[in-house]
Nanobody, 118 residues
Framework: QVQLVESGGGLVRAGASLTLSCVGS????????IGWFRQAPGKEREFVGHYSWTGSTNYADSVKDRFTISRDNAKNTLYLQMNSLKPEDTAVYYC????????????WGRGTQVTVSS
């Protein structure tokens, strides 16, 4: 299984941009669909978006047109470019991996905190 480590979180003001990174271990990184999720205090974890092993992307409506996921398989890295950040984007952001024909995201990173002040 791939192991994932997120980085790039921080404290920013509303309207700012931030880019998160998710680095995976292992030689088969390109065969995984990698997703971004987030969890705000007192709320359930929610889907943000994913970049599949086929090259397709999908985003939650709440971040569509503001967030962009990109991938560099040579570096085993997935990126989450976040623009026009809002206070409601404040959360711990996690990346997770789903194997090529798997049904669930089975490998998770420890998360990185993003805080957006108003």
């Amino acid at each position: 299984q791939v192991q994932l480590v997120e980085s790039g979180g921080g404290l920013v003001r509303a309207g700012a941009s931030l880019t998160l990174s998710c680095v995976g271990s292992g030689r088969s990184f390109n065969t995984y669909t990698i997703g971004w999720f987030r969890q705000a205090p007192g709320k359930e974890r929610e889907f943000v978006g994913h970049y599949s092993w086929t090259g397709s992307t999908n985003y939650a409506d709440s971040v569509k047109d503001r967030f962009t996921i990109s991938r560099d398989n040579a570096k085993n890295t997935l990126y989450l470019q976040m623009n026009s950040l809002k206070p409601e984007d404040t959360a711990v952001y996690y990346c997770a991996a789903r194997s090529q024909y798997g049904r669930a995201f089975g490998s998770w990173g420890r998360g990185t905190q993003v805080t957006v002040s108003s």
